[in-house]
């Protein structure tokens, strides 16, 4: 807590997800990181420390994707017909060393539970500042941005168990 109304938060974690569809199978692997502030909008009773609060964070993940197999969908038309291009599937490549760069917006509450652990939840919108792609393929997850859109965004939830250090009483 830095005011009444304003707190610092911070988030690590590791995430391994596996993608698995029609045409394509892919593994992303790695560690995040999130920092930044909440600021609470609702005017607690007593001895209450309940938040609802918005934010903003700065986030950034290292990790490895694994392309297990790629097959393209081209087929041409109706039916079915003749590919356009042809259909050789990418089996097996891993990039290592990958990693992205985002900002995000919150909107969430915590509810304290039992003296200084909460139990909480939040949305989020995230937009990505950079992200290092593999050379043969596009980074389509990852960890602690989740799902990449083709237009650098992304949305999330978050449900969260925490616990509040007290450093000074009221």
Same mark, same amino acid.
């Given at each position: 807590?830095?005011?009444?109304?304003?707190?610092?938060?911070?988030?690590?974690?590791?995430?391994?997800?596996?993608?698995? &569809?029609?045409?394509?199978?892919?593994?992303?692997?790695?560690?995040?990181?999130?920092?930044?502030?909440?600021?609470?909008?609702?005017?607690?009773?007593?001895?209450?420390?309940?938040?609802?609060?918005?934010?903003?964070?700065?986030?950034?993940?290292?990790?490895?994707?694994?392309?297990?197999?790629?097959?393209?969908?081209?087929?041409?038309?109706?039916?079915?017909?003749?590919?356009?291009?042809?259909?050789?599937?990418?089996?097996?490549?891993?990039?290592?060393?990958?990693?992205?760069?985002?900002?995000?917006?919150?909107?969430?509450?915590?509810?304290?539970?039992?003296?200084?652990?909460?139990?909480?939840?939040?949305?989020?919108?995230?937009?990505?500042?950079?992200?290092?792609?593999? &050379?043969?393929?596009?980074?389509?997850?990852?960890?602690?941005?989740?799902?990449?859109?083709?237009?650098?965004?992304?949305?999330?939830?978050?449900?969260?168990?925490?616990?509040?250090?007290?450093?000074?009483?009221?």
């Amino acid at each position: 807590r830095i005011s009444e109304k304003w707190y610092i938060a911070a988030e690590i974690g590791f995430e391994e997800f596996t993608s698995k &569809e029609d045409f394509l199978n892919v593994t992303s692997k790695g560690n995040y990181a999130r920092i930044g502030v909440n600021y609470n909008s609702y005017k607690n009773w007593l001895d209450m420390n309940n938040e609802i609060f918005g934010g903003f964070r700065y986030g950034f993940s290292i990790f490895n994707q694994t392309l297990h197999s790629f097959t393209p969908n081209n087929v041409n038309g109706e039916g079915n017909g003749i590919p356009y291009f042809s259909s050789n599937t990418i089996v097996s490549n891993t990039t290592s060393n990958l990693n992205i760069h985002w900002t995000e917006f919150l909107l969430g509450f915590k509810v304290e539970t039992f003296k200084n652990l909460f139990f909480g939840a939040s949305f989020s919108y995230k937009i990505a500042i950079s992200i290092k792609e593999p &050379e043969n393929f596009k980074t389509l997850y990852a960890p602690g941005f989740n799902r990449i859109f083709d237009s650098g965004t992304g949305f999330g939830f978050n449900y969260t168990i925490s616990y509040l250090i007290p450093f000074s009483k009221k």
